[in-house]
Structures are given as structure tokens and as C-alpha cells.
């Protein structure tokens, strides 16, 4: 992305979605059930069409993602109830941003410290090849800053001492809430009316800091072209029971993450079966 011509990263997407279309048979099939909870059944044919849409459209994300990071081409960004995002700025107090695999996820979390220059912490899962993940760290330090840093999600608690922290000193928090990492916390909830066990720890942190959690996705609309929409802020209850009011805040973010898929489910970019076997 950074060194080839930008008429030629047409054709890369376009072929290398061709040669891995056929042989990732996993993820093929995880896209196919997944998109079935949010689409419906279909035949064989619409079934492939599908997964090949999918898995285009994550190539250009992908693609542009790096684009974003490590050239200076210029991208259209539209923000789509902003008023959610000032409502919450305007307290000072932190904010938890839940997003979803959807879209260039990212992009959502950076547009407080590019808007209000408010320190934003982006929560990622560890990706399983170290050295993919060393690959995205460097790529990273190039927009790393004052304003924006990079956590790969650990088990270790001083990692959610620190984040917990920067709430408190008003900051932002990003983390995705559409399914947990292997081996964390969860609580039930549904998606498209399925069960499914949400991550917990975004609303434990946010009731813990007493901070609100505000759903945001970034949707691709064409080249270089986002459109990041802002949900309304969700409050987590504080009762006597931690897990109950975690339940019900993750409760109103699926429902967030539902109206997002829906708007673009091809860009939800979930490469694991999330109900299988159903």
C-alpha cells in the first residue's frame, strides 16, 4: 500500500481475494453462518456471493487501513450523529467507545483525539501470529502520539489499572463488544435474537470508572471514503449485582451492533462461526 501505484491496488484486492477465496474453507464458512443470523438462508450460489462480497470488502479495509497509517493519501470521513459524541465530551469525564468488527474499526476510535484532542486508548485482541502483531505495532507508531496509543489485550491486571486510570483522568477507551477474546469474561446476551456470550469487560470497566460507554462504527462507503456513526451513550447500572448490570448494558450495545451490521453486514468482518452447529 505504501510503495505501489494507487491504479494498481484495485487489481491487488480484486486477485488476492480470488486466490484466498477458495482455499480459507474455515473462514468461508464461519462468513457464510455468520451472515445467515443477520441475512437469512440462502442457496449455494447467493451463499458464495456472499462470502466473496465479504471478504473483497475486507480486503479493501484491510488495504486502507495501512493506508491511513504509513501514507499521507487523503481520506473522506462523514460523522453521522455527532451529537451522541458531544454529549459525552461535554461532561470531561471519560468515555468507553464499543465498536465492532465491522467496517476500519480503528477509524471510529480516532476521531475524538483528531475532533477535541482527547487521548484515546484503542484495545485490540493479540493477533496470533506474533509477528502479525509486531507488523501492526510498528505500523502504528507512526500515528501514536500525545493523543493516540495501541494496547494489545492481556490477561494481566495492570493492564486494567492503567486503562482505568486514563479514565479517570478523562480519556477515551476503545474497545470492541461484538464477541470476547478466548478465555475473558463474558455475560449472556443475543444477537439477532441467537444467544451469544458478550465480552464483559467493556461495561465492568466503564461502571467501574463511572464513565459512559458510546457506541461508534465506521462504515466504508467507496475509496478512501468512511462514514463513522455514533449511537447513543449507554450508562451502566450500579445495583448490588456486577453482572447483572453488565448484562444489561451489553444488552443495549448487541442491540447498537445489530443496527450497524444490518446497515452493512458485509462489513462485518467475524471470522469465526459465532453460532455453531445452529
Request: aromatic fraction near 8%; glycine fraction near 8%.
Amino acid at each position: 500500500m505504501a510503495s505501489m501505484p494507487d491504479w494498481t491496488k484495485s487489481a491487488i484486492v480484486v486477485v488476492f481475494t480470488t486466490l484466498f477465496f477458495p482455499t480459507i474453507r474455515n473462514i468461508r464458512r464461519a462468513i457464510a453462518a455468520n451472515l445467515e443470523a443477520v441475512l437469512g438462508p440462502c442457496g449455494f450460489f447467493e451463499r458464495q456471493q456472499r462470502i466473496f462480497r465479504t471478504m473483497y470488502v475486507f480486503g479493501w479495509c484491510l488495504s486502507e487501513r495501512y493506508e491511513r497509517l504509513v501514507t499521507d493519501a487523503s481520506f473522506e470521513v462523514a460523522v453521522e450523529a455527532i451529537e451522541h459524541w458531544r454529549e459525552v465530551a461535554a461532561s470531561g469525564r471519560g468515555v468507553v467507545m464499543v465498536t465492532a468488527h465491522l467496517g476500519m474499526y480503528e477509524a471510529g476510535s480516532m476521531l475524538p483525539a483528531s475532533i477535541d484532542k482527547r487521548h484515546v486508548h484503542l484495545v485490540r485482541e493479540p493477533e496470533v501470529d506474533p509477528r502479525a502483531q509486531e507488523f501492526i505495532r510498528e505500523s502504528v507508531r507512526s500515528v501514536e502520539g500525545s493523543h493516540y496509543t495501541m494496547h494489545f489485550q492481556t490477561d494481566d491486571p495492570l493492564q486494567g489499572m492503567a486503562l482505568l486510570d486514563a479514565l479517570r483522568r478523562g480519556e477515551i477507551v476503545a474497545m470492541q463488544g461484538d464477541r470476547p477474546r478466548a478465555g475473558s469474561r463474558t455475560v449472556q446476551g443475543t444477537l439477532f435474537g441467537r444467544p451469544l456470550a458478550l465480552p464483559s469487560g467493556p461495561a465492568i470497566l466503564a461502571r467501574t470508572a463511572g464513565a459512559p460507554m458510546l457506541p461508534v462504527f465506521a462504515i466504508r462507503e467507496g475509496r478512501r471514503r468512511y462514514r463513522i456513526v455514533f449511537g447513543p451513550p449507554i450508562d451502566v447500572p450500579e445495583t448490588g449485582d456486577r453482572t447483572a448490570d453488565a448484562a444489561a448494558a451489553m444488552g443495549r450495545v448487541a442491540a447498537e451492533v445489530e443496527r450497524a451490521v444490518r446497515r452493512a453486514p458485509h462489513q462485518w468482518f467475524v471470522f469465526r462461526e459465532l453460532w455453531p452447529g445452529a
